[in-house]
C-alpha cells in the first residue's frame, strides 16, 4: 500500500507503481486527500499515468492536528480492512507521518522513501513529519549520504538502511523529452491569472515558485519579499505559477495587485509537473523555497536561489556540488546572491544513484 497526500507526493510515486507493475504483487493506492483541487492534484495523475488512488480519505484542508488527527483516523479504518504486508511513504507531508503511525501501530512494515533528510529546523511541520516518520519506518531508502548519517547518529540499524537516489529524478527523466517539446507561449496564456501580453524567451526569464509558511504567511515578510522580487524582475520577467496557499496570502494582506499585477511578472495557475520542467530546463534563475525544485535545478544545473534559511538537501548547494544558495527572506542576501546566480556556469551536477533508476532498486529491495 502506497500513500500519497500533497503535489510532492504524486512525481515520487508515480515510478513506484510504474516499477512494480513487473511482479505480482497487488498494490493500493491511498489518496489522503490533502491536496484536493484538480490543478493540485488531478492534474498530476493524468499527466503521469498514474492511477486512480484505490481509496481517497477527504481529508482536505485544515490545521496541522486536523489534518494529521483526521487522516489517521480514516487511514485506520482502510489499514485494518486491507491489511498490506507494506506501507509505502514518501516525503515529509502530514499524510507521511499520519500513516506511518498507524501502519506501524498496526504491525505493517513501513518503509519511508526519501529517509533521514533534516534541516534541524523545528518550525517547519515537514521536519517533525521527517522525524516522526523516521523514528516508526523498518526500512529507510535515502538519496545521498548525509541522509544515511543522520540516520545512523539516531540510531538505525545500518542494515535497514538502503541508498537509492532519488526517485523524483526517475519521473524527471521520464518526463524530460516530453517536457522539452511543450511550447511554452501556448500553456503560459493557457493559465494567466491576470491579463499580460505573453512573451517567452529561452534563457530569458525568472522562474518562481513560493509558498512556505515562513515566507508567505506574515504580511511583513511578504511584503519585504514582494519588494526585492519586483527588483529583480527588472534584470528579466518574472514567471510566477501560484501556490493556493500564497494567493489566499497575497490577497489577505492586500499585496495582489502590487505583485501580480505587475508588468514584469507573468501571475500563472499552479502548472502540471510537466509544464513546469519545461520552464525549469531553460530558466535562467530559478527562485524557489520548493524541496523538490531544488534536487531538480542541481541536476540540470541551473542557478537556483533558495528562499530558506536551511536546508534538509545540502546536497544541492553550490559549494557541495549543486546549484543552489541559501538566501532565506532577506532582501541583500537576495539581490547579492541574484547577481551571482546571473554569472553562474549551468553545470549539470546529479549526485551519484541520481539516474532515473531509484524505484526500481527500491521494488527489488522491498521484494528481498
Ligand atoms: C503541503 C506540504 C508541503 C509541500 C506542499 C506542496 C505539509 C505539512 N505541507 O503544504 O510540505 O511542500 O504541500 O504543495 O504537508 N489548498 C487549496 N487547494 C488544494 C490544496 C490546498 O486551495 O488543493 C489551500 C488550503 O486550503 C490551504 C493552503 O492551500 O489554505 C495550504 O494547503 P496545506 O495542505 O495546508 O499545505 P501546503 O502549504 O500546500
Redesign the pocket.
Known amino acids: 500500500m502506497s500513500i500519497v497526500?500533497?503535489?510532492?507526493n504524486f512525481m515520487k510515486v508515480a515510478p513506484f507503481a510504474r516499477a512494480l507493475r513487473g511482479y505480482a504483487v497487488e498494490h493500493v493506492l491511498v489518496h489522503t486527500g490533502?491536496?484536493?483541487?484538480?490543478?493540485?492534484?488531478k492534474a498530476f495523475f493524468d499527466e503521469l499515468e498514474l492511477a486512480e488512488p484505490d481509496v481517497n480519505l477527504g481529508v482536505?484542508?485544515?490545521?496541522?492536528a486536523y489534518?494529521v488527527g483526521q487522516t489517521m483516523i480514516e487511514f485506520e479504518k482502510v489499514l485494518v480492512s486491507y491489511k498490506p504486508d507494506w506501507v509505502v511513504v514518501v516525503?515529509?507531508?502530514?499524510?507521511?507521518a499520519a500513516c506511518s503511525i498507524i501502519a506501524r501501530r498496526h504491525q505493517a512494515r513501513v518503509a519511508h522513501i526519501e529517509a533521514g533528510l533534516r534541516s534541524n529546523d523545528w518550525e517547519?511541520?515537514?521536519e517533525i513529519?521527517r522525524v516522526v516518520t523516521d523514528r516508526v519506518s523498518n526500512l529507510f531508502f535515502t538519496t545521498d549520504s548525509s541522509a544515511d548519517e543522520n540516520l545512523l547518529r539516531e540510531g538505525v540499524n545500518p542494515e535497514a538502511i538502503c541508498r537509492v537516489g532519488n526517485i523524483m529524478i526517475d519521473t524527471m527523466a521520464y518526463e524530460r523529452e516530453r517536457a522539452a517539446r511543450l511550447d511554452p507561449i501556448d500553456f503560459i496564456a493557457r493559465n494567466l491569472v491576470a491579463a499580460r501580453p505573453v512573451a517567452f524567451a529561452s534563457g530569458g526569464y525568472l522562474l518562481l515558485t513560493m509558498?512556505?509558511?515562513s515566507n508567505v504567511d506574515d504580511p511583513g515578510t511578504l511584503a519585504e519579499l514582494v519588494g526585492v522580487l519586483l527588483e529583480l524582475a527588472e534584470t528579466a520577467p518574472l514567471i510566477f505559477p501560484i501556490?493556493?496557499?500564497t494567493?489566499?496570502r497575497l490577497e489577505e494582506f492586500d499585496l495582489w495587485d502590487r505583485f501580480v499585477g505587475h508588468p514584469r511578472v507573468l501571475p500563472l495557475k499552479?502548472l502540471t509537473y510537466r509544464e513546469m520542467l519545461r520552464l525549469t530546463l531553460e530558466a535562467r534563475v530559478v527562485l524557489t523555497d520548493?524541496?523538490?525544485l531544488q534536487e531538480e535545478t542541481a541536476v540540470l544545473g541551473v542557478p537556483c536561489l533558495t528562499l530558506r534559511w536551511n536546508t534538509e538537501r545540502p546536497v544541492t548547494l553550490i559549494e557541495n556540488g549543486g546549484t543552489s544558495q541559501l538566501v532565506g527572506n532577506n532582501p541583500t542576501r537576495i539581490r547579492d546572491a541574484f547577481q551571482m546566480a546571473l554569472t553562474q556556469r549551468r553545470t549539470p551536477a546529479p549526485p551519484a544513484l541520481w539516474d532515473g533508476h531509484t524505484a526500481e532498486r527500491i521494488v527489488k529491495r522491498i521484494l528481498r
Open positions: 497526500g500533497a503535489r510532492p490533502q491536496h484536493y483541487d484538480h490543478d493540485m492534484s482536505g484542508s485544515g490545521s496541522y489534518q516525503g515529509d507531508v502530514n499524510a507521511t517547519m511541520p515537514e513529519n509558498h512556505r509558511p501556490h493556493p496557499r494567493k489566499l499552479p520548493s524541496g523538490g
